[in-house]
């Protein structure tokens, strides 16, 4: 099951859990908002700003904040509106469609000898020869 749940740091993390409660696997799939998240090339940066933080003159605590993003920033889905008119937008990708078989194409070696690495079919077809399926559901590493 992938779901969305409130982050300790950042906005929020999207995360990929077994459907086996008995072998529950939680794995943290978050790219950060913050100054340093990549955006889109032309997105304006993220916004983080304290709008009250402290204890108020009636003796309680309270803070909250504003933040403002581009969509294309962090971790995030994509909707298919964005690249075919008239297709979903993400409100309308029904929440069954975002659950899936998920499989780990893990190419830190690659990376760890050439920053630059850029992924080949092969790398994608690995899962599939050692599991013996295709995800719907990649997580890129």
């Not at 740091?9 to 340093?36: N, P």
């Not at 955006?39 to 309680?60: D, I, M, S, W």
């Not at 850029?118 to 790398?123: G, N």
């Amino acid at each position: 099951m992938v779901a969305t749940v409130p982050a300790s740091k950042g906005i929020v993390w999207l995360v990929c859990v077994t459907s086996c409660w008995a072998a529950l696997t939680v794995i943290d799939m978050t790219h950060e908002f913050g100054d340093d998240a990549v955006y889109y090339p032309g997105n304006p940066p993220f916004n983080f700003t304290v709008l009250v933080k402290g204890y108020q003159p009636e003796g309680y605590w309270l803070e909250y904040n504003a933040f403002a993003t581009a969509e294309h920033g962090g971790t995030h889905a994509d909707a298919p509106g964005h690249f075919y008119r008239g297709s979903w937008k993400a409100h309308e990708i029904p929440a069954q469609n975002l659950v899936g078989p998920a499989v780990v194409v893990d190419v830190r070696k690659q990376v760890a000898s050439n920053p630059n690495y850029l992924m080949t079919v092969e790398d994608l077809l690995v899962p599939y020869h050692v599991l013996g399926f295709g995800g719907r559901v990649v997580r890129l590493c």
